[in-house]
């Protein structure tokens, strides 16, 4: 809740912004989330409400917005499964966590499930306003890609589904990774050190075909039996995923 020594001086703590903001407010006491969507309007934001955790939920992944303030203590889904599922599903929105559980422990749980700031209750508007605000002039991470297309190749991260032409391919997790690796720099060269940096996580050369060999196998599984390579080796200096657009 908010500090009822700060609610009559509301207007005298707000400072002017220079850029406006897009807010979700993800609150369920119907008091403090209209005061509070008052508040932040007055100080020149966008604001918009959800009152459970599902509808913030879908607010969040359906719209973009710079902040989000979020109750811990949420009915259908509490503020931690929100945030949380937000990030596993790639969003980086910067999310401040509102909660009466303002011990030690409480600040760290919600902070390690992707909260980037924690404001326990009662609060002062201002600071919870400077808090936003200092959120929302933080530079926004790339958010992530769940999927990758090359042709009619096609791989979702999210399911760990490779299909071609809409035929599903199982592969082995390392050649999974691989062709993810590949994917996410489609048209370019990969070279093999960059492979065994980031598919098989060596810093050094182990000195074996092991690139090769997980090549052959994945190259017989996405190429052998459609009507274009789409897995080139680029002589001398790596490999490449690339949709020629010839048979």
Known sequence: ??????????????????????????????????????????????????????????????????????????????????????????????????????QVDDRVTGLRAGGDDYLPKPYAFSELLARVEALGRRPRQREVETSYTVGDLTLDRLSHTVTRSGQEIPLQPREFRLLEYLMQHAGQVVTRTMLLEHVWEYHFDPQTNVIDVHISRLRAKIDKDFDRPLLHTVRGAGYTIRDSGRA
């Open 1 to 102: 809740m908010l500090n009822p020594a700060n609610r009559t001086s509301l207007n005298t703590e707000i400072n002017d912004t220079e850029e406006v903001m897009r807010i979700l407010i993800v609150e369920d006491d119907k008091e403090a989330a209209s005061y509070l969507a008052k508040a932040f309007r007055e100080a020149g934001h966008v604001v918009d409400h959800a009152a459970d955790g599902e509808e913030g939920y879908d607010l969040a992944t359906s719209a973009p917005y710079d902040v989000l303030v979020v109750d811990r203590m949420l009915p259908r889904r509490d503020g931690l499964s929100l945030i949380s599922g937000l990030r596993a599903e790639g969003h980086h929105t910067p999310v401040l966590v509102l909660s009466a559980l303002g």
